[in-house]
């Protein structure tokens, strides 16, 4: 029942930053806590960052603490991907993705989300 729409992606340096925004629609994106995963060429999908319906519990995969974070603006009813000190290895297509939750739970597993986004495409050079 509800839709979401990655946006955002695009071309960076190493070094350099990008935030995507993922939108949802149909249903508030307050009812899901939502997670960022990624695919880059010839590999598996993967898991990146969590974040719960409030925005107080979040998890991110290790290759990118310290230098990703993820929130959220329920009012807008969009979650975030700030992206900084981007690194080649951090090339691939980025995808949001909501599971129904209660309060504090946090997933990081793609079977655990319902609804997927389209996905956007980063790329970073060196």
């Known amino acids: 029942q509800v839709q979401l729409v990655e946006s955002g992606g695009g071309l960076a340096q190493a070094g350099g930053s990008l935030r995507l925004s993922c939108a949802a629609s149909?249903?508030?994106?307050?009812?899901?806590?939502v997670g960022w995963f990624r695919q880059a060429p010839g590999k598996e999908r993967e898991f990146v960052a969590a974040?719960?319906?409030?925005?107080?519990?979040?998890h991110l995969t290790d290759s990118v603490k310290g230098r990703f974070t993820v929130d959220r603006d329920n009012a807008k009813n969009t979650v975030y991907l700030q992206m900084n000190s981007l690194k080649p290895e951090d090339t691939a297509v980025y995808f949001c993705?909501?599971?129904?939750?209660?309060?504090?739970?946090?997933?990081?597993?793609?079977?655990?989300?319902?609804?997927w986004g389209q996905g956007t495409q980063v790329t970073v050079s060196s």
């Open positions: 974040i719960d319906r409030s925005g107080d519990s979040t």
């Open positions: 993705a909501a599971a129904i939750s209660t309060y504090t739970h946090v997933y990081t597993r793609a079977y655990e989300y319902h609804a």
């Open positions: 149909g249903r508030p994106v307050s009812l899901f806590a």
